[in-house]
């Protein structure tokens, strides 16, 4: 699968970027996605994942703790895209933004945090929040 991020760029603090992952992986309601961020000496931490209904689970969505009610993922099976609207932005959020698909759905939505789950990786693109 082939995965390539857009969208970012400068924006000033409190504002919004939507960050776009397009995807040739052409069933992305039956597999798990997820958005990952990584800055200089952290780790990569995943900020929002998505996975569909499972054996009667249904679908699940996971947000760290420092973007929930700020950051939306979505999916657009049209367009084979993994989106993420990204508002009331910060500082600490500077970070290179990677998109990730795995290759089938997860059976619990802990697992959308963990990046050993994910199959495929974009190359990221570069979000700066400038205070």
């Known amino acids: 699968v082939q995965l390539q991020a857009s969208g970012g760029g400068l924006v000033q603090a409190g504002g919004s970027l939507r960050l776009s992952c397009t995807t040739s992986?052409?069933?992305?309601?039956?597999?798990?996605v997820g958005w990952f961020r990584q800055s200089p000496g952290k780790e990569r931490e995943c900020v929002a994942g998505?996975?569909?209904?499972?054996?009667?689970?249904?679908?699940?969505?996971y947000y760290a703790d420092s973007v929930s009610g700020r950051f939306t993922i979505s999916l657009d099976t049209v367009k084979n895209t993994i989106n993420l609207q990204a508002n009331s932005l910060r500082p600490e959020d500077t970070a290179v933004y990677l998109c990730?698909?795995?290759?089938?759905?997860?059976?619990?939505?802990?697992?959308?945090?963990?990046?050993?789950?994910?199959?495929?990786w974009g190359q990221g693109t570069l979000v700066t929040v400038s205070s």
């Open positions: 990730a698909v795995a290759n089938g759905q997860f059976p619990y939505s802990d697992l959308l945090r963990q990046p050993k789950m994910y199959d495929s």
């Open positions: 998505l996975t569909g209904p499972l054996n009667g689970r249904p679908a699940s969505t």
């Open positions: 992986e052409r069933t992305l309601s039956t597999v798990a």
